[in-house]
C-alpha cells in the first residue's frame, strides 16, 4: 500500500531530523518584547554583515525569556535572553538548579517609559503622586485605607484636566509593569507622604509599600496583558485613556499620541540620558556562557551588539529610541572578557 | 386504520366548504408565516453577505497598499578608497568593510543626484536629506558589491527602497500635519520627495519584494515581505499532508470497514470527535512539551510546527473521511464481496476509490484550516524576528528557524511602526488568496469525481 510506505518515510523524516536537532548554527534569542525591535535591528545588521547566519529573536516578555533561559545548557536552549528588567535573585537560583551557572549580564542602555494620550485630546503635565492618587487601590487617611474614589483627573488635582481617569498599564508579566510600580506609584507615595504616614502608624515597610502599589481594580486602571499597539488600539477606541508606551513606540506613532511630562520635563532621549525625566529603565540580555563557542557566532553576536556602530549614540538602536549606555564601553569590555555576574559583583 | 378513521368524522365539528381559489384565515396566516421565514431568512443572509462585503472591503483598501512600494532611483560611485583599500579585489578585504561603511557612499550619492537635478532644498548635505531613504540601502549595495567585486571603482545605478515614511507619504498614510512631532522625518524631506516625483526619481511601483521577501527589523518596515514565511507554511503543510492523510486514512478505513463494534472502539470514535472541538492553543502547550521539551526537537523548526498541526488536523480528516465512507452504498460492498473479492479487496478496489473526492475534499479543507492556524504556532517559537532567512536547502526547510504566513501576520500587527500594520493587511491578503485557492482546489475535485447512486 502506498499509503503505508509514505508513512514509514514520514516516520523517518521525523527521525532524522530528531537526530540533526543537537546541531545548530544560528544563535536564538527570546525574552521582552521591549528588547525585541533593538535585537532585531541588531541581529539583521549582524546577518547583513557576518558570515553567521541571522540570529532568530522571539518575543514572549521577560520573565518568559528568562524561564527558557533556565531550562539548562544545550543547543535546544536558548543562548540569550532579553529582559527590561536585571534578574532576579529567584530566577539565578532557578537557573543553577538547572546547571545554568555562568551568565553575563549586559546592559544595552536605557529606555523611557512615557505617558501618552489621544492626539487630539487633553494635555497633561504629570507627578508621580498624580499617578498614585489616581490609581491607587486604597488611600491612607487619617490612619486608616480608604478606598480611592476619584473619578476624574481633577479631583486628583485641581490644575489637571477634567477627564475621566482611565489608565491602561502593563501587566504583570511585562518588565515595564516593575518600573511603572516603583518609579511612578510607590515614588508618588513616598512624595505625597503617604508612605511615611503609614510606616509612622506602625505597618511594617512591607505592607505599607504593598499598600502603596496596590492598582485599583474598579476597571479605572485597565492591565494590558498584550503589546503597545493594544494600548494604543485602547486608547483609540476610548479618547480618555492614558496609556504607558516606550519611548520608541511614542516615537513611531507621533500621530496619533500626544505625550504627558513627568515632574515638569517632557521625555526625550535627551532629557532620559540626562537623568531629567524620571521614569526610565536599563535594558539587558543575558548571555550563556556554556554556550560561547559552542553556538557559532554567539560572542561576535554579543559583541556587534554592543559596539559603538550599533549601541552608541548615533547608531541604528538610538536612531530608534534606545537611549545609549553612557558606559557603553565597559560594557565592551565585559563582553570581551566574558566576565559573568558572579565575577563582576 | 379504517375503523379509527370511521369512528372520528361524527366527532369533529363539520369543515365550511370553501373554494381552493379563496383563501380562508388559516391558509393566510400560514402562508404569511411561510413568507414572513422567508423574510427572515433572505434577512439573515443579507446580514452574512454584509458583514463579508464590509469585511473584504477593509482588507482589500487597507492591504493593497502593501504590494506597491516607493523606489528611489541614482547611481552611486563605487569608491574604491572606501571599499577596497588594498586595492587587490580580494573577497576577504571587501567583506571586512560593514554596512556601516558604505552609509557615506549612499549620502554622496544621494546629495549628487540633488545637486544634479538642481533641486533646492533645506537639508544641508546627503546625511540629513538619508531620512527619506531605507535603512536596506546599504546592505544592498554591499550584497551587489560581494557578488560584482569587479564594479568598484564604477559608477551603478540602484533602486533603493525608500523609507517607511516617505513610502506612506505617497500612500496618504503620513501627512504633513501628522510628522509635525516626528523625529524621524521633518517636512523639509517631504518637499525634496515632491520635487524627486516631479523629476521621476521617485516612483511608487508594484512590490514584489512583498511578497517574495524575507522578513525586516522594525526599523525597516519598507523591506519586510512574506516570502520566507510563505516557505515555512509550505514546509509546514508538507508535514500535515504527508502525517495526516495517510494516518487519518488508515484510522478511519480501520473503524469503518474493519473494527468490530464494541465498547472500545466506540469510546476511541467518541474521544476523535472530541479531539476535533479541542481548541488549537491546546495543541500548541502539547507541541512544546511533547517535541521541543522531551523530544529535543528545534525551536521554531516548521517540523515542529507541522507535527502540531498533524494533531489539530488528524481528527477533522479522519471525519470526513470515514463520513465519505460510510456514503458509499453497501451494495458496492456486498457485490465485490458477492463475486469472490476479500475483505480487503473489496474496500481498496471498490469502496476506496469511490469515497476520494470526499476525502481528498475534507483533507484540502484540513489543509487549508491548518494553514490559517496560529495559535499552537505562539508557543512552539514562531512568533517573532524569526523568518528573516530563506530556508537552506530541502531539509533545512523543515529545520531552520521560520515562521508562517498567519503568525508572521500576527507579528507584524503587533509591531509600532504603523506601516508594519499596513503590511499585516497585506498579508492577510496572501493568506485569504491561498486558503481560497485551496477551497477551489476542493471543490472542483468535488464536482468533477462526485457519483451520485
Redesign the interface.
Known amino acids: 500500500m502506498s499509503f503505508v510506505k509514505l508513512t514509514a518515510s514520514a516516520v523517518a523524516i521525523a527521525a532524522v531530523s530528531a537526530t540533526a536537532a543537537s546541531a545548530r548554527d544560528q544563535v536564538q534569542v527570546a525574552g521582552s518584547s521591549t528588547v525585541l525591535p533593538y535585537a532585531s535591528i541588531v541581529a539583521e545588521a549582524f546577518g547583513e554583515n557576518f558570515e553567521f547566519p541571522t540570529p532568530v529573536v522571539e518575543s514572549g516578555g521577560s520573565s518568559a525569556g528568562l524561564k527558557r533561559f533556565c531550562e539548562g545548557v544545550g543547543a535546544n536552549t536558548i543562548d540569550i535572553a532579553n529582559a527590561s528588567r536585571a534578574i532576579r535573585e529567584r530566577e539565578v537560583q532557578a537557573c543553577a538548579e538547572n546547571g545554568v551557572t555562568d551568565i553575563i549580564e549586559v546592559r544595552i542602555g536605557y529606555d523611557g517609559i512615557v505617558f501618552a494620550s489621544d492626539v487630539n485630546g487633553n494635555s497633561f503635565e504629570f507627578t508621580p503622586e498624580d499617578w498614585y492618587k489616581a490609581l491607587a487601590a486604597e488611600h491612607f487617611i487619617d490612619g486608616q485605607l480608604v478606598a480611592n474614589e476619584f473619578t476624574t483627573w481633577n479631583q486628583v488635582r485641581a490644575d489637571l484636566p477634567n477627564q475621566e481617569i482611565q489608565a491602561y498599564v502593563p501587566g504583570t508579566k511585562h518588565g515595564t509593569r516593575e518600573v511603572f510600580e516603583e518609579k511612578v506609584i510607590l515614588q508618588g507615595c513616598e512624595d505625597g507622604g503617604f508612605l511615611q504616614a503609614m510606616l509612622d502608624s506602625g505597618v511594617d515597610e512591607d505592607t505599607a509599600e504593598s499598600n502603596c502599589m496596590s492598582l485599583r481594580t474598579d476597571g479605572r486602571s485597565v492591565d494590558i496583558d498584550g503589546d503597545y499597539t493594544e494600548t494604543l488600539a485602547r486608547i483609540d477606541a476610548n479618547k480618555d485613556g492614558i496609556g504607558v508606551f516606550g519611548l520608541a513606540f511614542y516615537e513611531n506613532n507621533t500621530d496619533t499620541l500626544q505625550v504627558a511630562t513627568m515632574s515638569g520635563v517632557e521625555p526625550t532621549v535627551a532629557t532620559i540620558s540626562s537623568g531629567e525625566y524620571p521614569v526610565s529603565r536599563p535594558l539587558y540580555f543575558y548571555i550563556k556562557k556554556a554556550h560561547i563557542g559552542v553556538i557559532p557566532g554567539l560572542k561576535e553576536f554579543a559583541e556587534f551588539f554592543v559596539s559603538d556602530e550599533i549601541a552608541g549614540p548615533s547608531g541604528p538602536l538610538a536612531q530608534y529610541g534606545l537611549v545609549s549606555d553612557p558606559e557603553l564601553a565597559s560594557t565592551q569590555q565585559l563582553v570581551a572578557d566574558e566576565n559573568t555576574m558572579g565575577s563582576s559583583m | 386504520m379504517t375503523d379509527a378513521t370511521a369512528g372520528q368524522p361524527a366527532a369533529r365539528p363539520r369543515r365550511e366548504k370553501t373554494s381552493l381559489l379563496t383563501q380562508d384565515g388559516r391558509t393566510k396566516r400560514r402562508n404569511a408565516a411561510e413568507t414572513r421565514f422567508k423574510i427572515y431568512g433572505i434577512i439573515a443572509i443579507s446580514i452574512g453577505l454584509l458583514f463579508l462585503m464590509g469585511m473584504l472591503i477593509t482588507i482589500i483598501s487597507n492591504g493593497s497598499r502593501a504590494f506597491t512600494q516607493t523606489f528611489i532611483t541614482m547611481e552611486v560611485t563605487l569608491d574604491e578608497a572606501v571599499l577596497d583599500k588594498n586595492g587587490n579585489r580580494d573577497l576577504a578585504d571587501i ?1 571586512r568593510v ?3 561603511g558604505y552609509a557615506p557612499l549612499i549620502n554622496a550619492a544621494l546629495e549628487n543626484k540633488v545637486q544634479d537635478l538642481g533641486i533646492e532644498t533645506l537639508l544641508e548635505d546627503g546625511a540629513a536629506m538619508r531620512a527619506i531613504m531605507s ?1 536596506s540601502a546599504a ?1 544592498q549595495l ?2 551587489y558589491v560581494l557578488s560584482n567585486p569587479d564594479q568598484i571603482g564604477e559608477t551603478v545605478e540602484f533602486q533603493f527602497l525608500a523609507s517607511s515614511r516617505v513610502d506612506g507619504y505617497l500612500k496618504g498614510r ?1 501627512t504633513r ?8 522625518i521633518s517636512s523639509a524631506h517631504l518637499l525634496l520627495i515632491d520635487d524627486l516625483m516631479e523629476q521621476g526619481t521617485v516612483e511608487r511601483s508594484f512590490n514584489l519584494g512583498f511578497i517574495t521577501g524575507t522578513d ?5 518596515p519598507e523591506q519586510a515581505g512574506i516570502g520566507a514565511s510563505m516557505i515555512g507554511s509550505f514546509f509546514m503543510m508538507l ?1 500535515v499532508l ?2 495526516s ?3 487519518g ?2 484510522a478511519s478505513i480501520y473503524l469503518e470497514e474493519f473494527a468490530p463494534k464494541n465498547l472500545f472502539t466506540d469510546f476511541i470514535e467518541v474521544n476523535i470527535s472530541n479531539l476535533a472541538a479541542v481548541p488549537s492553543i491546546v495543541f500548541g502547550i502539547l507541541g512544546l512539551a511533547v517535541f ?2 522531551f ?7 516548521p ?1 515542529v510546527g507541522g ?1 502540531v498541526l498533524t494533531l489539530m488536523t488528524l481528527p477533522t480528516i479522519i471525519i470526513s473521511t470515514r463520513a465519505s465512507l460510510k456514503a458509499v452504498p453497501p451494495s458496492i460492498r456486498d457485490a465485490a464481496l458477492g463475486v469472490g473479492a476479500s475483505k480487503m479487496q473489496s474496500v ?1 478496489h471498490h469502496v476506496l476509490p469511490l469515497a476520494m473526492p470526499g476525502i481528498l475534499t475534507g483533507t484540502i479543507i484540513g489543509l487549508a484550516q491548518a494553514l490559517g492556524e496560529t495559535a499552537p504556532l505562539l508557543l512552539i ?1 514562531m ?4 523568518a ?2 530563506y530556508p537552506d536547502g530541502f ?1 533545512g526547510g ?4 521560520n515562521s508562517a504566513m498567519p503568525a508572521q501576520i500576527f ?1 507584524w ?6 506601516a508594519y500594520y499596513e503590511r499585516a493587511w497585506g498579508g492577510i491578503i496572501v493568506l485569504l488568496v491561498f486558503l481560497m485557492t485551496m477551497n477551489l482546489i476542493a471543490i472542483i475535485l468535488r464536482r468533477r469525481f462526485e457519483r451520485r447512486w
Open positions: 567583506r560593514s554596512t556601516f535603512a546592505a554591499r550584497d503620513v500635519e501628522s510628522i509635525a512631532r516626528d523625529r524621524n525586516a527589523s522594525e526599523s525597516r508535514v504527508a502525517l492523510l495517510p494516518i486514512v488508515a521541543i521539551q523530544a529535543h526537537l528545534p525551536q521554531s523548526a517540523i507535527l481498496f517559537g512568533v517573532g524576528f524569526i528573516s532567512e531539509v523543515f529545520l531552520d528557524p507579528e500587527a503587533k509591531r509600532a511602526d504603523p
